[in-house]
C-alpha cells in the first residue's frame, strides 16, 4: 500500500464530491492507493483556502498552474469550468501526471482533439468523470446486456431530465450562457456516454435542440433548454434521447429502457438503487418487469453494505469512480471511458447541434 | 326514453367490446337512448350465428349490405378490416344511418377522404374508435392542460407500445401484411389521437419506421414492426413519440408525459386509473409528482362506482364511448373524434411513412 | 340458452352495479342462462320507478314481498340494508328462488345462523357478495398459493382501507350508526375473506376496535372507525389485519402481503391489475418483485379482453360474481363463497368485537 | 478546527461503516471536530491489524481496554456483539471519553440500566446507533408531523423485514442463538426508535414472537424468526409492527404509513429517497400520495449533493450520524438518542417478549 497525493482544481459542485470521494474510497475499497488529499485550487485565494478547510486538503492555491507543479501532486482532478480542461489537461500530461477530468471533456471539438491526443501520447491515465454509469444498477445493466440476456436489442430510449430551469421566470447565470454550459453539452453527454457503454457505437443522428425560455430575467439565453434526437447504433437498434433542464418536475431523470428479442431493462436514477428487468420467459402468466434492488450481487455494491437494499447514493458512485481511477494509476492499465470516449460523446454532441441547424441526418464519422 | 336498433359489423376482439358496451351502457349512464342488438355480421353464416347467440343479438347475418339495409338497424358500428370501413360506412349513411367505425378510418388516404366527404355530407353522427382518449384519468388530463393548469407545454412524449410480436419466432399472420395492421397502421393512430386531444394539432414530423424481424415462421412480413417520430405541435411544443409490436415487457404502454411551464402530467394505461400531476407551487421541500387515483370527481367515473380507487377498465372506455355515440345520435350534436378528426390522424400516419422514405421532415399540411 | 328473470332488492350502489352486471354478463361470458332484468324493489315507488326506467327493469315496485314472490322473478339479488337481509332471504328460500346475498350476510350472529340454515335446507343456490376476491390478479394469487408456488405460508398481512371519514367534520350519516356499518362491520368482511380464501382457515383472533371521532358533525357516533387484529390461521401462520375508514389517502386500500418459505406475493385493489410476485430462485443478482400485468393467461380476464395488459375494473368483478351465480343456479353446483362461507367471516367478526371489549385473545370455534 | 482520535471497536459490517464515515464526514460537513482514525480493535490480532490497514487506522488492538485507555482515543464508536456494550462503554466513560454505541444498547435490561446510569452519572456524549431514522427523508418526516402537517395522528404501521433467513435450509449461524440476536433483539428496535421518533412514547404492547424454524442444518435456532404487535401511543394513535428476517423478497423493508387526521405519510427504505405525502386539502379531483424526492430543500441532503434526486445511500446515514456525534462532543449538548433513549427502545422490547409469553398487553411503565 502507498499513499498517493492528489491534486484537485476546482472546489463546488464537483470539486467537493471528488474531494470526498478521496477521503473515503481507500476504506470502502481497500484501494492499494491512497489519496491524500494534498491541494485544492480555486478561483481565489480566499475560496481555495476555505475549500482547504473545510475538506481537508493540505494546502490551498488560486494558481491551476502551482497546483499541476507541485512536486507533491501525483494525480489531478479537473473540476473546472470546461474553458480550462484542455490546458490543465496538456500541462498535467507534461508533468507526468495522471487525469481525471470531468465532462463535458473541454469546451470545443479542438479541446477535445488536443486533449485525446495529449493524453495519448503520455500514455498516462486519463479518464472522463460519467460517474453515473458506474452505479451498481447500470454496471448490473451493462452486464446483462453484454452478455445478451436481454437478446439482440431492438430499441433504447434515454432521458437526462432535470428541471433547474423549468421555471420561466428562473433568473440568467452562467449556465444560460454557452453552448458547453447548455443542456447539450452538460447533460446530454452523461446518457450519451450510457448509450454508448450499454448498446454500442451511435452512426448517425437527428436532432432538434431548443432554446424554449429566450430571455430570463437579467438577461439574454444563448444555449439550449432541453434537445431530442433520433439515433442508429451501429448494431442496427434504433434510439431516441431527450434531454432538458426545464422537464417539469423531474429532478434527476437519467433514465433508460431498452427492449431486446429476450427481454427489456428499464432503469431511473431518481431511484437509482433499482433495476427493472423483463425475460421472456416462463408462463405467460408469470412474466413481468422485476424490480431488482441493488446488493451484494451486483458490482461494486458490497464494499458500501453487506446487506442488499440498503442502498447506494450518489456520492458512492463518486467513490467508485475513484477507485477506478487509483486502479488505473497503479496497474498502469486504462481505465474506462478515456478521453478518447470521451471525446466519442462530443462528437456526438456536434453532430446532434449540427444536424438541428440544418435538420438532416449526420453521421458521426464526419465529425 | 327511446330504444335505437344496434347493427355491429365484425363479431372479434372489437365487435364483441362494442355488443358488451351496448348491452350495458344505458344501465351505466341512463341513456336517453337505450341500444337494442338488433343485428351481427360476420364473415360466415356460422360465425355470425355464434356471435348472435354469444352476444345477444336477434339476428345474425353474412351480408354486410343486409345488415346496414335492414329496417330494424338504426345505427351501425364498424369493426370488420380497415379496406372494407369505406364502402361500409358510404352504404350506411346513404341510408341515412350513424356511424361509429373502428379506427383507422380506412386503409389508405383515399378510403379516408372519401368516408370525411361522404359522412359530412349526409349530416349524420360519424365518429371514430378512439377509446383510450376515453378513461377517466385522461379525460381529465385533457381538461388540466386545458385549463392551464400545467401552464404552456414546453415537451411532449408518448408511446403505444405492446410485446405481442418481440419474439422473433412468432409466426406470420394477417398482422404481419398490409401497412394498415403494422405498427404505423394500427397502434399509432391511438397515441397521435392522444397527441392532438391533449396538445394540439401537429405541423410537421420526421419519423423512421422498421420493420425488426422481416421474416417470420410462415412468412415474409411487409409491414413495421416499430416506429418513432420527432414533432412539433402548432403551439411551439416540442415532441416524441414512439409504437411499437416488439416492445419486450409491454403489454399496454399508451402512456405519455407533459412537461408545461407551470406542472407536469404522466399517465400509463397499464395503471390506468391512475394520473400523475406535478406543480410547480409550494414550498420545495413538497413538491413531487402525486398519484391521483380516478374516482367520481373525473370525468365518467361515478356512474360506474361511487367509489373513490376502486377502478375502471378496458371495457368501461367502450361503454363510454357508446354513451357518447348514443348521446350524439340523441342531439344531433357533432362527436369528437369525428371521421374529420380521425383522418387528420391518418394524416399524420402517412406523413410520417413519407418521412420516413425520404428521411425528411413533412409538413402534415402537405398530406 | 335460456333466459332466467332477475330481481333486484335496492337500487343504491350496490343495487347499481349488480343491474349493470346482470346487463352484460350474458354477452361477457356467453352464459348458459341469460339474465332478464324483470323488477327492481327500492324503499319508495318513486325511487323505484326511476331505478327501472334507469337500469332498464321492467318492472318496479316498493315491497320487496311483491318482488320475492313474483312468479317471473326467478333469481333473486339482495342488496338492501344488512338489517333487511334476514327476511328477503329465507322468503325467497321458501320460494324456492336462489340468492346472491350483500356481504355482510346480516346484521347479526342470529341473523347469520338463520340464514344458513334456510340456504342449506333449501338446498338452493346461495352466494354472498365478497366480489373483490373475484378479479383476475386475486384469483391468480389464490392459484398460485393453493399450488405451493410460494411455498409455506409464514405471514399474512391484509387491509381494507378508505378515507371517506378521514375528514373529522364529515358528518354522521347512517354510515355512522350500527355495528354493522361500521368498519368491522362493512369494511373487514370483504379482506377477512380474502384471508380465508388466499391463507386457510383462522383459528384465533386479538383485536382492537376503535372510534376515532365519537361525535361528528349532526350527532354521535356509535360504531368503529378503525381496527386492528393479529390473527392466528390454522396452518400455522401469523396474521395481522388493519380496517378503515379514516385511513387518510387511501381510496380502496383492498390490500394484501404474503410470505411463503419460496416466495411471496403482494397486491393492492387501488392498482387492481397488477400482482407482485417474488419467487426464491434464480441467480440472486436477478432476484425481485415482479409485477405481473393481468391479461388473457389470468382466471377470467380474457373475456372482458384479449389484450394483456387493458385492464379490468370494478364493475367487471361485479360481472364475474354474477357468471358465477349464473353458473351455480344452471348447475345446481354450490357456489363459493355460500352463506356457510359467509357467516364464517362474521364469526370472525364477532370474536374481533368480543376480543377488543375484553383484550384477550379469542378462540374463532367459540363463536 | 481541531481533530479528535477516534477508536473502534469491531471491524466487521458496522465497525466498517463507522471507519468510512469517520474518514469522510468532515470534508462532507466541514465539521469543526475533525476525526482521526486513530484504533481499531478485533478479536484476533490479524484481523485487527487487516481492518487497520483496510480503512486506514494508525494503530489496531485485539484488546478493548487498551484501546480504550489508550491516550489518543478520545471518543469511542462501539461496534462489537451486544453482550460486549456493557463492560467496554463504562470503562469508556470511567476515563472520560464519549461513546456511540450500536444499537441494542445492551444484550439484557440490566445491561441498558447500568449503561444509562454510567452514562448519565458521566456527564459525557453518549450515543446510540440508531442511524435509519436519520436519512434526509425520515428526518423530513419527523418534521413534518411535528409540524402538525398531517394533523393528529390516528394510526402508525411500522415494519422492519428482510429475508436473510428467509429460506429454511440457510444453516444456523451466531444469528440464530441469542435473544439480542433475533428478529426482537436485532431488528426490531430501529423500527421501535422510529415509531417513538415519528409518533412519541409507546404506552402499552400486545405481541407475538415466533421462531418459525426451529431447526436449521447445524443446529437448533432459540431465538425469533419473526414478530408482530400491536402498540398504543401516549398520543392515543394506535399503531402495529411486524419485524422479519424470513420476509421473502423484503431487503431492508424498514417502512412505515402514518395517517393523520391532515394527511398521511409513507416511506420504505428500499427507495430511502423517495416521501411519499398526502394533504387533505385542494380539489378532490387533484388529491394523491406524491412522491417527494429527498433534495437540497430536506435535512442533511445538500452537504452531499447540490442536486435534489440524485440521492443518499446507506453510507450517508451513517456519515449524518457521525457529525451529529462529533457536533456533540464539540458542543456539550445532548444528542438524540441517547443511551436513555435507547434504553427505552429496550424496554418496548422486554414488554413484548412478556407479553408474547403470557399473550396479555403490558404496560410500558412496568419494564
Known amino acids: 500500500m502507498a499513499d498517493i497525493g492528489i491534486g ?26 491512497r489519496p491524500r488529499l494534498e491541494m485544492v485550487c480555486a478561483s481565489s485565494p480566499e475560496s481555495a483556502e476555505r475549500y482547504r478547510q473545510s475538506y481537508g486538503f493540505a494546502r490551498s492555491t488560486d494558481s491551476w498552474r502551482e497546483l499541476v507543479s507541485d512536486p507533491k501532486v501525483e494525480a489531478v482532478v479537473i473540476a473546472t469550468p470546461q474553458e480550462t480542461h484542455r490546458e490543465i ?28 491526443a495529449a493524453a495519448e501520447a503520455s500514455g498516462l491515465t486519463n479518464m472522463v468523470g460519467f ?5 451498481p444498477a447500470s454496471q448490473h445493466a451493462r452486464q446483462l446486456i453484454a452478455n445478451g440476456e436481454i437478446g439482440d436489442i431492438t430499441w433504447f430510449r434515454g432521458e437526462h431530465t432535470e428541471d433547474f430551469y423549468a421555471d420561466p421566470q428562473a433568473p440568467a447565470t452562467w449556465r444560460t450562457s454557452g453552448m458547453s454550459n447548455g443542456t447539450m453539452g452538460d447533460l ?19 436532432a432538434e435542440v431548443e ?16 434537445a431530442q434526437m433520433m439515433v442508429r447504433f451501429a448494431n442496427g437498434a434504433m434510439g431516441s434521447m431527450y ?17 431486446g428479442t429476450k427481454g427489456a431493462i428499464r432503469f431511473d436514477q431518481e431511484d437509482q438503487n433499482a433495476l427493472w428487468l423483463y425475460r421472456m ?4 402468466s408469470e412474466r413481468g418487469f422485476r424490480k431488482i434492488l441493488t446488493g451484494p450481487a451486483h458490482p461494486d ?13 450518489y456520492q458512492d458512485q463518486i467513490i467508485i469512480e475513484a477507485r477506478d481511477f487509483l486502479r488505473a494509476i497503479e496497474t498502469g492499465k486504462p481505465v474506462w471511458p478515456t478521453f478518447r470516449d470521451g471525446h466519442e460523446v462530443n462528437r456526438i454532441v456536434a453532430a446532434a447541434l449540427a444536424s438541428s441547424a440544418d435538420e438532416n441526418w449526420k453521421n458521426i464519422e464526419d465529425f
Open 8 to 33: 484537485i482544481l476546482g472546489g463546488g459542485y464537483m470539486g467537493k464530491a471528488h474531494a470526498v470521494a478521496m477521503s473515503s474510497v481507500g476504506a470502502v475499497f481497500n484501494t492499494a492507493l
Open 89 to 116: 489537461a496538456l500541462a498535467a500530461f507534461a508533468l507526468g501526471k495522471p487525469v481525471l477530468c470531468e465532462k463535458p471533456l473541454g469546451a470545443s471539438m479542438e479541446d477535445g482533439d488536443a486533449m485525446v
Open 131 to 135: 460517474n453515473y454509469i458506474r452505479t
Open 188 to 206: 446530454a453527454p452523461h446518457m450519451i456516454n450510457a448509450a454508448l457503454a450499454l448498446i454500442g457505437p451511435i452512426e448517425r443522428v437527428m
Open 211 to 226: 432554446t424554449v425560455h429566450k430571455t430570463r430575467p437579467g438577461g439574454e439565453v444563448d444555449n439550449d433548454d432541453h
Open 243 to 259: 434531454f432538458s433542464r426545464i422537464a417539469t418536475g423531474r429532478k434527476m431523470g437519467y433514465a433508460y429502457e431498452i427492449s
Open 281 to 284: 420467459e416462463g408462463p405467460e
Open 301 to 313: 455494491y458490497e464494499p458500501f453494505c453487506q446487506g442488499p437494499g440498503h442502498g447506494t447514493g
